[in-house]
C-alpha cells in the first residue's frame, strides 16, 4: 500500500521559517501493498550535517544570550541594544534551553520554564485566572523560539517545538503555555496550541496567549501521520530520556473524572453513565459473586498459582483445545503490548483495519515503530471488511496481519464459516492476530479458537471483562498453536493475573447458560437502542456487540460538542472521530446498557442533539 504524500505547508517565523512536509500510510484501492524499502532508525553515525539537539550548556547559553541579544535587539527591536551584546533575564537562572547545532555551530534554541521556577514570563502580561487550568507542578512555559538566520527555511523550528513536548512529557508536564507572535499564530495552532484570546506587547512585537494540554498536542500529532518519524529523522538527539516514549493511547474513561480516581467517593458510580467504555451492562455471574464474596479476604491476602495453572486447564477444558495452546494474560492490554513487541520490531511490516481498536496502531506505531498499513472500512459499506481485499492483502507479505472481530468500533462481524477458509489459506510466515473480545455476543460457535490452536500462524486473542463483566478483574488468554506462545511464556511474569481474577475467571467459564441468557437480552436491548439513536436522526451503524456506531445529523452539532454537551448531564459517550482515518467529527460510539438506562442516554443524546 503506498505512501501518499501530503503538499507541504510554509510558514514563516520572524527572522525563521518552517518548511513541514506531511505524510502518511495510506491503503490503496486494490487492499494490496508493496514492500517498501525498510525504515532506519535515527543514530548518531548514519546521517552526517544532520542538526543535533540537547540540553544548552555553559558555552551554549552564552553563545544563546548573544544570539538573542542580536535578533530580539537589533533585528526585531523587541529589546534596547546594549554595548555587552547580550541578552538574558531573570528567569534564566531557571530556564531549561534546548540547543540545536548543525557542523558545530548554533542553529537554534527554545527555552523552557519549569513550574519550580515560581513565576512565568506570561506573568508580566496575563492573569494566571485566565488560564482554563490550575497552576500546579504540572504547567510549563515554552518561550523564545529561535532560528538563527543560516537555518531559516529549514523544519528547525518544529524540531525544536517537539523537542520541548518531549521533555515537558518526561518530566511530568501536564500542560504548556506559551506567548507566540501573532504573525506565526497558525504554526503553533497546527501544532495543537489553543489561543484564549488574549494578546500583550513587548517593543514593537505583539504576542498571543496559547496553552495546551500536552495530551491535546500529542493528540494532534498522531492525526499528521508520519511527521514525528520524519522529525526524529532529521536530528541526532542527545537528551536525558527516552526520546521515543510515546503518549498512551487514548481510551474511554472519561467517567472515572467524575467518580474520583481516588476511589474516596465511589457511590458517585450510581448518578453517571459510562457508555465511553464497553463494560457490560449485567453483573458477573451469581457464581462468580457468591465465590468472591464468601472468600474476599482469604483472596485478596493469598498469592495466586504461580502460573494460572487451574485458569489454564478451566479455559482448555471450556474451549476444547489443549493446555499448551492456551496464555493468560492481564488482560488483553497485557498480552497486546507482551507478544507484540517480543515478535516485532522497527523493521517489521504490519496491516490492521481502519477504522479499529486504537490500541494496535499504538502498539506497532508508538510502541515499536513498524510500518503499518490500513485496510480501509467505507461507510457506505457499514465498514464491513470487504474479503477480497482482505484477501489479497494477506497474500503481500506482512508479518503480522490484525483482525478485531467483530470490530471496534463498528460491531462488524465476519463469520466463521467465511473467514476460516480464508486465514486457512493464507501464507504461513504472516502472525494473523484475531481479537474476538466480542464473538460471544455473535454466538459461541463463532469463536476461531479450536482452529487457532491447530493452526501454523493463527493466534486468537480472547479478553474475558467484556463479555463476562470482569473489566475490573483484568483476565484474558491468547489461544494458538503451542509453537507461537512457548517463547511469550518464557517472558510471561509469575502471578501474571492475580487471585481474585483467576477465580472469577473460572467460576464464570464454568456458568455458560447465565451468559447465554445475558447476550440474548444485550441484542434485544441494542435493537431498541438504535432504533431510539435512528429516532433522533442518527445513522445507525448494524452491528452484533455491546455498543452501537452512529453518525450524528449533518446539520447539528458534531462529536466533540455532543459529547460535551451529554457530560454536563453525567452521560459520558466515545467521540470515535480519532478511532479511523476517516471516521469524520461526525461519528459517536456509544455502550449498551439496561433498558431503563438505554432511555435516560436517549433522552440526554435528544437535547445534546437539539
Not at 83 to 111: C, K
Request: hydrophobic residues 40%.
Amino acid at each position: 500500500m503506498g505512501r501518499r504524500n501530503v503538499p507541504p505547508m510554509k510558514t514563516e517565523i520572524p527572522g525563521h521559517a518552517t518548511h513541514i512536509r506531511l505524510s502518511s500510510h495510506q491503503s490503496n484501492q486494490s487492499g494490496s501493498s508493496h514492500r517498501r524499502t525498510r525504515r532506519s532508525q535515527p543514530g548518531p553515525t548514519s546521517r552526517p550535517a544532520q542538526f543535533s539537539i540537547h540540553v544548552a550548556a555553559a558555552a551554549d547559553r552564552e553563545a544563546i544570550y548573544r544570539a538573542r541579544h542580536e535578533i530580539y535587539a537589533r533585528e526585531l527591536g523587541q529589546h534596547t541594544q546594549n554595548s555587552a551584546g547580550r541578552l538574558s533575564d531573570a528567569l534564566d537562572d531557571s530556564n531549561v534551553y534546548l540547543a540545536a547545532h548543525l557542523n558545530g555551530s548554533l542553529a537554534g534554541f527554545i527555552s523552557i520554564t519549569p513550574p519550580e521556577a515560581g513565576s512565568f514570563s506570561v506573568d508580566k502580561y496575563f492573569d494566571r485566572a485566565a488560564f482554563p487550568f490550575t497552576f500546579d507542578n504540572t504547567v510549563y512555559e515554552i518561550r523564545l523560539l529561535t532560528v538563527l538566520p543560516p537555518c531559516r527555511g529549514s523544519e528547525l523550528a518544529s524540531l525544536l517545538m517537539y523537542a520541548a513536548l518531549r521533555w515537558v512529557e518526561s518530566h511530568g508536564g501536564k500542560w504548556i503555555v506559551a506567548i507566540g507572535r501573532r504573525e506565526v499564530a497558525d504554526m503553533y495552532i497546527r501544532s495543537g496550541l489553543r489561543p484564549l484570546g488574549l494578546s500583550g506587547k513587548s517593543g514593537a512585537v505583539t504576542y498571543d496567549l496559547m496553552t495546551a494540554s500536552t495530551e491535546d498536542i500529542r493528540g494532534r500529532l498522531k492525526e499528521l501521520r508520519g511527521l514525528l518519524d520524519r522529525l526524529e529523522a532529521k536530528a541526532v538527539w542527545y537528551l536525558p530520556f527516552a526520546f521515543r516514549k510515546p503518549a498512551a493511547c487514548f481510551h474511554g474513561g472519561a467517567f472515572f473524572s467524575a467518580i474520583g480516581e481516588r476511589f474516596d467517593s465511589l457511590d458517585r458510580h450510581r448518578h453517571i453513565i459510562n457508555t465511553d467504555v464497553l463494560d457490560a451492562w449485567y453483573p458477573p455471574s451469581p457464581k462468580v459473586l457468591e465465590t468472591l464474596v464468601d472468600h474476599l479476604p482469604w483472596l485478596l491476602r493469598t498469592s495466586p498459582p504461580t502460573g494460572c495453572e487451574g485458569l489454564i486447564e478451566i479455559i482448555a477444558e471450556a474451549r476444547g483445545v489443549k493446555r499448551a495452546s492456551i496464555l493468560p494474560g492481564a488482560g488483553s492490554s497485557d498480552l497486546i503490548f507482551r507478544a507484540l513487541r517480543h515478535w516485532l520490531n522497527p523493521e517489521s511490516h504490519a496491516l490492521i483495519l481502519d477504522p479499529t481498536y486504537g490500541e494496535y496502531a499504538h502498539v506497532l506505531e508508538q510502541v515499536i515503530g513498524c510500518t503499518v498499513d490500513r485496510l480501509p472500512l467505507a461507510r457506505e459499506n457499514n465498514y464491513a471488511v470487504n474479503l477480497e481485499r482482505l484477501n489479497a492483502a494477506l497474500r503481500d507479505g506482512y508479518d503480522l496481519v490484525v483482525l478485531v472481530n467483530p470490530n471496534s468500533p463498528t460491531g462488524q462481524h465476519i463469520p466463521r464459516a467465511e473467514l476460516e477458509p480464508l486465514l486457512r489459506n493464507s501464507p504461513s510466515q504472516t502472525r494473523i492476530w484475531v481479537d474476538e473480545t466480542y464473538v460471544e455476543y455473535a454466538g459461541p460457535e463463532q469463536s476461531l479458537e479450536q482452529f487457532a490452536a491447530e493452526s501454523e500462524n493463527v493466534i486468537v486473542c480472547k479478553s474475558m471483562s467484556k463479555v463476562y463483566a470482569l473489566s475490573g478483574a483484568r483476565a484474558a488468554y491468547l489461544c494458538a498453536g503451542a509453537h507461537q506462545l512457548e517463547e511469550l511464556r518464557a517472558i510471561t511474569p509469575p502471578w501474571v493475573v492475580s487471585l481474585p481474577a483467576q477465580v472469577a475467571a473460572v467460576k464464570a467459564l464454568q456458568d455458560p447458560q447465565y451468559y447465554a441468557a445475558r447476550y440474548s437480552e444485550t441484542r434485544a436491548l441494542r435493537e431498541a437502542l438504535a432504533r431510539d439513536l435512528a429516532g433522533l436522526g442518527m445513522q445507525v451503524v448494524p452491528g452484533i456487540a455491546n455498543f452501537i456506531l452512529a453518525h450524528l445529523p449533518e446539520n447539528g452539532p458534531d462529536a466533540a460538542t455532543v459529547a460535551h454537551r451529554c457530560k454536563e448531564k453525567g452521560l459520558f459517550i466515545r467521540d470515535a472521530r480519532l478511532m479511523g482515518s476517516r471516521m469524520g467529527d461526525r461519528v459517536v460510539r456509544i455502550a449498551v446498557k439496561d433498558a431503563q438506562t438505554n432511555r435516560r442516554i436517549a433522552a440526554i443524546l435528544h437535547s445534546a442533539i437539539m
